[in-house]
Nanobody, 120 residues
Framework: QVQLVESGGGLVQPGGSLRLSCAAS????????MGWYLQHPGKQRELVAS???????TYADSVKDRFTISKDSDKNTVDLQMNSLKPEDTAAYYC??????????????WGQGTQVTVSS
């Protein structure tokens, strides 16, 4: 089994910065990608940013100029540096890891979620 431990969420003022961190552990032989999703109550989760094992990144248009995703493959950790935060960024943020189980099978695991609130 795989566990994800998140940290760094909290309350910040508009224009401020926050750094989310996530560490994965357990049965992880090979990683395809890690990422961050956000979720508003009653809504589906949305991709914020992701990074593959090779370092290719993907960002939501709303955050691409403000957020930066990074990873440490040796430690199976992923961070999300969040700058110039806006009230619209307020949401629960979830860390993910896509573990390779076979040549054709990948399994996604989710963190418990951490709340980010941007308010004055």
């Amino acid at each position: 089994q795989v566990q994800l431990v998140e940290s760094g969420g909290g309350l910040v003022q508009p224009g401020g910065s926050l750094r989310l961190s996530c560490a994965a552990s357990g049965s992880i032989a090979s990683v395809y990608a890690m990422g961050w999703y956000l979720q508003h109550p009653g809504k589906q989760r949305e991709l914020v940013a992701s990074i593959t094992s090779g370092g290719m990144t993907t960002y939501a248009d709303s955050v691409k100029d403000r957020f930066t995703i990074s990873k440490d493959s040796d430690k199976n950790t992923v961070d999300l540096q969040m700058n110039s935060l806006k009230p619209e960024d307020t949401a629960a943020y979830y860390c993910t890891i896509d573990v390779v189980r076979s040549e054709t099978t990948r399994v996604r695991y989710w963190g418990q979620g951490t709340q980010v609130t941007v308010s004055s």
